[in-house]
C-alpha cells in the first residue's frame, strides 16, 4: 500500500519551456503533498508544502511565481516549473502523506533537464 | 526545533558485514523518527518508523533500529549485508508543528563489496 506515482520519470526539454509534473496517490488520500529538489550527491530540499484545497506554502528562496504547485484534489499535486532554464535542471520529487506525524510517500521522482 | 544528524557520509563493508548507520536526532517533544533508503534515480522508500511504540523497530529487507532516548539515537542496523543493499540512506524526523514536513538528514552512502 501508500504507492504515490510521479510522472513524468524524465524530461529533457528547451530552455523557456514551462513543465509540469504530476504527483498521484494511488491508495490513499493525502492530505498534505510535499515537493523537493535534490541535487546530485545531496540530501532532499523541501520546497513547498501544499494542502487540499489551499495555496502552497512555499520554503524561504523559492519563487513560487517559478513554481507554480496546484493541489486540487486529495490525490493528485502538479509542481510546474515555468519558463524553465538551464538553472532548474535537476531533480524533483513529491511526497504525500495521509496525517502529520504519518510517514511520508514518495514517488519515484522526475529527472528535468533544460537545454 | 527538530534535527537530524547522520554520522559519516559514507560507510563501506562487505558482503555478509554488519551494517551500522548512525543518526543523531534533537526534538523539544518526543519524536517520530524514520529510516528511508533511496536508489540512484528513484525517489525514498520507507524502511522504518519509530512511533513511541516498541523501541526496537523492524523493518523492511532485514533492518531495523533502535531508539535511545537517553543517547537519543536512532541508529540502523542490518546483522548481514547484501550487495543489493548499496545505496543512499536517510534519517528523518518528524517536524515540531502539525502539517509541517520530515526534517532529513544528509544522507549516508552505503557501499558493499563482494
Known amino acids: 500500500g501508500a504507492v504515490v506515482s510521479q510522472h513524468p520519470s524524465r524530461v529533457i526539454c528547451k530552455s523557456g519551456t514551462s513543465v509540469k509534473i504530476e504527483c498521484r496517490s494511488l491508495d490513499f488520500q493525502a492530505t498534505t503533498m510535499f515537493w523537493y529538489r535534490q541535487f546530485p550527491k545531496q540530501s532532499l530540499m523541501l520546497m513547498a508544502t501544499s494542502n487540499e484545497g489551499s495555496k502552497a506554502t512555499y520554503e524561504q528562496g523559492v519563487e513560487k511565481d517559478k513554481f507554480l504547485i496546484n493541489h486540487a484534489s486529495l490525490t493528485l499535486s502538479t509542481l510546474t516549473v515555468t519558463s524553465a532554464h538551464p538553472e532548474d535542471s535537476s531533480f524533483y520529487i513529491c511526497?504525500?502523506?495521509?496525517?502529520?506525524?504519518?510517514?511520508?510517500?514518495f514517488g519515484d521522482g522526475t529527472r528535468l533537464s533544460i537545454l | 526545533a527538530q534535527s537530524v544528524t547522520q554520522l559519516g557520509s559514507h560507510v563501506s563493508v562487505s558482503e555478509g558485514a554488519l551494517v551500522l548507520l548512525r543518526c543523531n536526532y534533537s526534538?523539544?517533544?518526543?519524536?517520530?523518527l524514520f529510516w528511508y533508503v533511496q536508489y540512484p534515480n528513484q525517489g525514498l522508500q520507507l524502511l522504518l518508523k519509530y512511533t513511541s511504540a516498541a523501541t526496537l523497530v523492524k523493518g523492511i529487507n532485514g533492518f531495523e533500529a533502535e531508539f535511545k532516548k537517553s543517547e537519543t539515537s536512532f541508529h540502523l542496523t542490518k546483522p548481514s549485508a547484501h550487495m543489493s543493499d548499496a545505496a543512499e540512506y536517510f534519517c528523518a524526523v518528524s517536524g515540531y508543528q502539525a502539517g509541517t514536513a520530515l526534517i532529513f538528514g544528509k544522507g549516508t552512502t552505503l557501499s558493499v563489496s563482494s
Open positions: 511526497s504525500a502523506r495521509e496525517g502529520d506525524y504519518q510517514p511520508q510517500h
Open positions: 526534538s523539544s517533544v518526543p519524536p517520530y
